[in-house]
């Protein structure tokens, strides 16, 4: 019987299973099987998925997330904001800024301490890719996508495409209580132009400050939070000229707020916090 420790962290309710890889071992084979284990909310922890807080030669630490349907993405908004915790709280790292590797590049955190406890973290989230080469997703790739018409389901749709190293298509709405989520969401998901498949985010502009937000995201599907899709919405909203270059904004995600800003820079910087739920052994099932 292997069994490993973990810790259940969350990033405004976006909650995955994390593994200390500098203490632990689990075999890289069995990495999707455990994700869908480990997230099953019958037979497992119950998750948004899995993520590995592994040993790097780039960085501090490193960060590897797995979807609840067992495929690995490329970057975790909510998840970087936790492994930063995690990593302070456990003195992998010693500073209160540090890299953390990712598997689209490194990223720069930054915890805020209150009695020796992380509470919000400040990730620089690098530059946004808006290539449609970069996305990656169907069509001319040295081209953007910003309020392109797409079809889906047999209607047109005004859709922005992003990538902070993985994949996001925004859709504005008047309502976001309306917003089609899980209808569309999973259509979208799987819609053959987008090679890698996409995280499909609903946004409504309350002001040049402030967006509503929901997500359906690949792999995982209706999330409390996303922390890259946050960062491709203030990008997009940007883009279709609702909000300011270089100025903060709210975002109103289903799991509570996050403040994000694309700095005139060029890079991307979200703030929030990372809690943690739980800790325990996980005995898996052969
Ligand atoms: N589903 C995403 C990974 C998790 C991203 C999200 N939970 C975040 O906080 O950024 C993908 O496959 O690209």
Redesign the pocket.
């Known amino acids: 019987m292997t069994s490993f420790k973990f810790t259940k962290m969350h990033?405004l309710g976006?909650n995955y299973i994390y593994v200390n890889l500098f203490e632990e071992q689990l075999e890289e084979a069995k990495l999707p099987e455990i994700a869908k284990q480990v997230a099953n909310v019958y037979t497992g922890i119950g998750s948004?998925?899995l993520i590995l807080i592994c040993p790097s030669d780039k960085a501090e630490v490193k960060m590897r997330?797995f979807?609840s349907d067992g495929?690995e993405?490329?970057?975790?908004?909510?998840?970087l904001r936790c492994v930063a915790k995690y990593a302070v709280e456990h003195k992998l790292v010693l500073d209160t800024e540090f890299k953390i590797e990712t598997l689209s590049g490194l990223v720069e955190a930054k915890v805020q301490l209150e009695n020796d406890q992380v509470k919000l973290v400040t990730v620089d989230m690098g530059e946004p890719r808006l290539l449609k080469s970069q996305i990656p997703m169907a069509g001319d790739g040295n081209e953007k996508t910003i309020n392109e018409k797409m079809e889906f389901d047999g209607q047109i749709y005004e859709v922005t495409t992003v990538s902070m190293g993985?994949?996001h298509v925004i859709f504005y709405v008047d309502d976001i209580n309306q917003a089609p989520v899980t209808t569309l969401g999973p259509i979208v998901e799987k819609d053959e132009r987008f090679q890698e498949?996409v995280?499909v985010e609903f946004v409504q502009v309350v002001s040049e400050k402030e967006l509503h937000f929901r997500v359906w995201?690949?792999?995982?599907g209706v999330?409390q939070?996303?922390?890259?899709?946050a960062c491709a919405a203030v990008v997009s909203s940007v883009l279709n000229n609702y909000t300011n270059h270089g100025e903060e904004t709210t975002v109103h995600l289903a799991g509570g707020d996050l403040q994000i800003k694309w700095t005139k820079a060029g890079t991307v910087l979200m703030t929030g916090p990372a809690e943690v739920i739980c800790e325990g052994t996980y005995y898996l099932s052969e």
């Open positions: 990033g976006n948004d998925g997330i979807n495929s993405g490329k970057n975790c908004g909510n998840g993985n994949p498949g995280n995201e690949r792999g995982s999330t939070a996303c922390g890259t899709g």
